[in-house]
């Protein structure tokens, strides 16, 4: 039904930025006016969380953790969502991933359906 591919980890210093992408093919985008595409991540140890969401690719919310510094962004014409990240901290390491759900965003992380196997990005000081 959907399929999709993180790329743009990195090993980077505090301060730093990088943009990460998913590309993803599915059969639903584009007949549905509803979905939810997100960005989460899972540091060593711990659990999976949602890092920035997007509702129907206009509406977007935030981690407080990452307000002000990280961007979602959805380039229809070629189904890749994007996240940028700027002023990278020593706590943004983690495993990034995108997800899907075609319906509203989920309040949880288990919600989401449909996930990518993950980008490593490592941010040292």
């Known amino acids: 039904q959907v399929r999709l591919k993180e790329s743009g980890g990195d090993s980077v210093q505090a301060g730093g930025s990088l943009r990460l992408s998913c590309a993803f093919v599915t059969s639903t985008y584009g007949d549905s006016s509803v979905y939810c595409l997100g960005w989460f991540r899972q540091p060593p140890g711990k659990e999976r969380e949602e890092v920035a969401v997007?509702?129907?690719?206009?509406?977007?919310t935030y981690a407080d953790s990452v307000k002000g510094r990280f961007t979602i962004s959805l380039d229809r014409a070629k189904n890749i969502l994007y996240l940028q990240m700027d002023s990278l901290k020593v706590d943004d390491t983690a495993m990034y991933y995108c997800?899907?759900?075609?319906?509203?965003?989920?309040?949880?992380?288990?919600?989401?359906?449909?996930w990518g196997q993950g980008t490593q990005v490592t941010v040292s000081s």
């Open positions: 997800a899907a759900e075609w319906d509203l965003c989920p309040r949880v992380v288990s919600g989401f359906d449909f």
């Open positions: 997007l509702q129907s690719g206009v509406n977007s």
